[in-house]
């Protein structure tokens, strides 16, 4: 099955400066990789997604940007800001077995 | 309901009580997923319902675990002679197919 690896666990990053999440997967054949942001006590929630039609997605100061050859993808958040401290899940899923195989997680911690 | 819910919230349970978490998922949701989130740990697969197909077990930790989704809407999820390591956060999640995952809050369980 789809095995979903991420890095760093832990990231400190200075408030205002950018942080960056890698995420590897085993399966060639996925084809949708969303992103999940988890408050302190609170559910996951997607952030953005991609799907492997594109190599890049950007919303306001967050980025996905994906690279099928490598079968690695990441999170890119510039300017960073108190309220995105939080763990953050990468996924992915393919056509035909849609499970959600999520990675181990990244807690980000953004230092005043 | 607007979301996934589920209930109870909150569930302390004597070791070797057998206890069910329900999960309602959002309507017309064709896929739902049980994760097992330990404090500070990350998102532990358990089962995956997608439509009418046989459900995606390999996560179920060991066979004291068991789900069931009615319907294709309710789903739950029976842990049977609970021990101390099951206590944990239960999330279910639903989603139509390859899109955004909804989760639920959790159900919170202690087993003492």
């Known amino acids: 099955g789809e095995n979903v690896e991420q890095h760093p666990s832990t990231l400190s990053v200075q408030e205002g400066d950018s942080a960056v999440i890698k995420c590897t997967y085993s399966d060639s054949a996925s084809n949708y990789f969303p992103w999940y942001k988890q408050e302190l006590g609170k559910r996951p929630q997607l952030i953005i997604d991609i799907r492997s039609n594109v190599g890049e997605k950007k919303d306001q100061r967050i980025a996905v940007t994906l690279n099928k050859t490598a079968k690695h993808f990441s999170l890119h958040i510039t300017e960073t800001q108190p309220e995105d401290s939080a763990v953050y899940f990468c996924a992915a899923s393919k056509l035909g077995n849609e499970k959600l195989t999520f990675g181990t997680g990244t807690r980000l911690t953004i230092i005043p | 309901g607007a979301g996934v819910s589920q209930s109870p919230s909150n569930k302390v349970t004597e070791k070797g009580k057998d206890v069910e978490l329900r999960c309602d998922p959002i309507?017309?949701?064709?896929?739902l997923y049980w994760y097992r989130q330990s404090l500070g740990q990350g998102l532990e697969f358990l089962i995956y319902f997608q439509g009418n197909s046989a459900p995606d077990k390999s996560g179920l930790p060991s066979d004291r675990f068991s789900a069931e989704r009615t319907g294709g809407s309710v789903s739950t999820l029976t842990i049977q002679r609970t021990q101390q390591e099951d206590s944990a956060v239960y999330l279910c999640?639903?989603?139509?197919?390859?899109?955004?995952?909804?989760f639920g809050q959790g159900t919170r369980l202690t087993v003492v």
């Open positions: 309507s017309g949701h064709t896929a």
């Open positions: 999640a639903s989603s139509l197919s390859r899109n955004e995952a909804f």
